[in-house]
C-alpha cells in the first residue's frame, strides 16, 4: 500500500538547522511532484516547498526562500527537506506529499514535529 513515512523532526534552537526525509513506497515516485508543507496550531496547512516529478524544478515559499531546499532523489524513493537558519515561527508539523496531477492522486504522510526554540 501507499506510505511516506517523514523523520528528522525535533526540537532546534533558532538559527539551527534540521534534515527532514520522506520515504516513499507503493507508487511509482519517480512519476510523483514531492512537496513538503507545513501546519503550525490554529493555522491552516501550507506549502513550503516543491520539487516536479524528475527532481529539477523547485519552488519555494517566501518566508523559506535561500533557508530550505528540497531535493528527490528517485533511485532511492527519497525527498528530503534541508532547513537552515530556523526561526521560532518555522515551529510546525511537517507533512510530505505526493502528487501526480494526471492520475488525480494524492497522498500524505503523518507528519513530522519541528520545534525552533530557545
Known amino acids: 500500500q501507499v506510505q511516506l513515512v517523514e523523520s528528522g523532526g525535533g526540537l532546534v534552537q533558532p538559527g539551527g538547522s534540521l534534515r527532514l526525509s520522506c520515504a516513499a513506497s507503493?507508487?511509482?515516485?519517480?512519476?510523483?511532484?514531492m512537496s513538503w508543507h507545513r501546519q503550525a496550531p490554529g493555522r491552516s496547512r501550507e506549502l513550503v516547498a516543491r520539487?516536479?516529478?524528475?527532481?529539477?524544478?523547485?519552488t519555494y515559499a517566501d518566508s523559506v526562500k535561500g533557508r530550505f531546499t528540497i531535493s528527490k532523489d528517485n533511485a532511492k524513493k527519497m525527498v528530503y527537506l534541508e532547513m537552515n537558519s530556523l526561526k521560532p515561527e518555522d515551529t510546525a508539523v511537517y507533512y510530505c506529499?505526493?502528487?501526480?496531477?494526471?492520475?488525480?492522486?494524492?497522498?500524505w504522510g503523518q507528519g513530522t514535529q519541528v520545534t525552533v526554540s530557545s
Open positions: 506529499n505526493a502528487r501526480n496531477y494526471g492520475y488525480g492522486t494524492d497522498y
Open positions: 507503493g507508487f511509482p515516485f519517480s512519476m510523483y511532484a
Open positions: 520539487v516536479e516529478s524528475g527532481g529539477g524544478r523547485t
